[in-house]
Nanobody, 122 residues
Framework: QVQLVESGGGLVQAGGSLRLSCAAS????????MGWFRQAPGKEREFVAS????????YYADSVKGRFTISRDNAKNTVYLQMNSLKPEDTAVYYC???????????????WGQGTQVTVSS
């Protein structure tokens, strides 16, 4: 069992930056691949980025590639999402999730956080 708690969301102007954190409970964090997803109002949840257990392999959605960076600190049971050059279309609730595989597919993820709101103003 893994419990996930996101933080770091907020309101930022276009072009600004935010860093999201996701703290995991339990002693098995390093055995999970981690992902970030987002859901904007009226839209389906979409993949943002994922990272393997070791941190050596990452995937990104095309829409965030070059602007967002996912990382993890297994000693702190935390995964991060550094978001730079934010755009109004990045506005969404951001969720972190844990999975047994490193995947872009939300169906692979067993555990989800409650989400944190990111709002980018133009």
């Amino acid at each position: 069992q893994v419990q996930l708690v996101e933080s770091g969301g907020g309101l930022v102007q276009a072009g600004g930056s935010l860093r999201l954190s996701c703290a995991a409970s339990g002693r098995t964090f390093s055995s999970y691949n981690m992902g970030w997803f987002r859901q904007a109002p009226g839209k389906e949840r979409e993949f943002v980025a994922s990272i393997s257990r070791s941190g050596l392999s990452t995937y990104y959605a095309d829409s965030v590639k070059g602007r967002f960076t996912i990382s993890r600190d297994n000693a702190k049971n935390t995964v991060y999402l550094q978001m730079n050059s934010l755009k109004p279309e990045d506005t969404a609730v951001y969720y972190c999730a844990a999975a047994p595989v490193n995947s872009r597919d939300s169906r692979a993820y067993d555990y989800w956080g409650q989400g944190t709101q990111v709002t980018v103003s133009s």
